[in-house]
Antibody
Framework: QVQLQESGPGLVKPSQTLSLTCTVS??????????WSWIRQPAGRGLEWIGR???????DYNPSVKSRVSISADTANNRFSLKMSSVTAADTAVYYC???????????????WGQGTLVSVSS | DIVMTQTPLSLSVTPGQPASISCKSS???????????LYWYLQKPGQPPQLLIY???NRFSGVPDRFSGSGSGTDFTLEISRVEPEDVGIYYC?????????FGQGTKLEIE
């Protein structure tokens, strides 16, 4: 059973860097058929894709946050991380990590999600 | 970015009755590999979204067969043949043909 678990500070001060980690169990983040994404959801609002880490280590980012975001892998601990710099109140949201998986015929995009972690940006 | 537009934004349904949600994309989601990269998710209250449908009409593992997806190109539909109380939540469509992935605004399903 694949499980994802987000962790990190729940409160970040404006202009500082938000750092979150997603620990994966039941799968390897370096397996060639999976990619790993971060998605966020402000309270009462919709979903915004932030970016993804390919199994091979490359990344894609949403242009809306690209200049402030970095996603990286910690293969020794089978987890991946999100760093977002220069945060403002607009970055307050529940942050989810999720998996994209190929079954050989189809991409099952976001077939598994973490429970989400609320990050508030406030002084 | 590809804009995903859902209608309606909310609907109230009597248990046992059908429900239908439309999703339109600003560009075709048909890729050169012949697949169409349109997905449907349900976010139940207090939970992360869960995958319902991938590739327009394929039900994800464990999804009841009362859920069905259809459509092509830029116009897609999620149908629930007989709504049950556990179907309440917000339904989102999403495209993955292009980066950034983009979601529809969501459709809130309530039970009458």
């Amino acid at each position: 059973q694949v499980q994802l678990q987000e962790s990190g500070p729940g409160l970040v001060k404006p202009s500082q860097t938000l750092s979150l980690t997603c620990t994966v169990s039941g799968d390897s983040i370096r397996r060639g058929r999976d990619n790993w994404s971060w998605i966020r959801q402000p309270a009462g609002r919709g979903l915004e894709w932030i970016g993804r880490l390919y199994a091979g280590g490359n990344t894609d980012y949403n242009p809306s946050v690209k200049s402030r975001v970095s996603i990286s892998a910690d293969t020794a601990n089978n987890r991946f991380s999100l760093k977002m710099s220069s945060v403002t109140a607009a970055d307050t949201a529940v942050y989810y990590c999720a998996r994209e998986h190929s079954n050989g015929q189809h991409w099952l995009v976001f077939d598994y999600w973490g429970q989400g972690t609320l990050v508030s940006v406030s002084s | 970015d590809i804009v995903m537009t859902q209608t309606p934004l909310s609907l109230s349904v009597t248990p046992g009755q059908p429900a239908s949600i439309s999703c339109k994309s600003s560009q075709s989601l048909l890729y050169s590999d012949g697949q169409t990269y349109l997905y449907w998710y349900l976010q139940k209250p207090g939970q992360p979204p869960q995958l319902l449908i991938y590739g327009v009409f394929n039900r994800f593992s464990g999804v009841p067969d009362r859920f069905s997806g259809s459509g092509s190109g830029t116009d897609f539909t999620l149908e629930i043949s007989r709504v049950e109380p556990e179907d309440v939540g917000i339904y989102y469509c999403m495209q993955s043909i292009q980066v950034p992935r983009t979601f529809g605004q969501g459709t809130k399903l309530e039970i009458e």
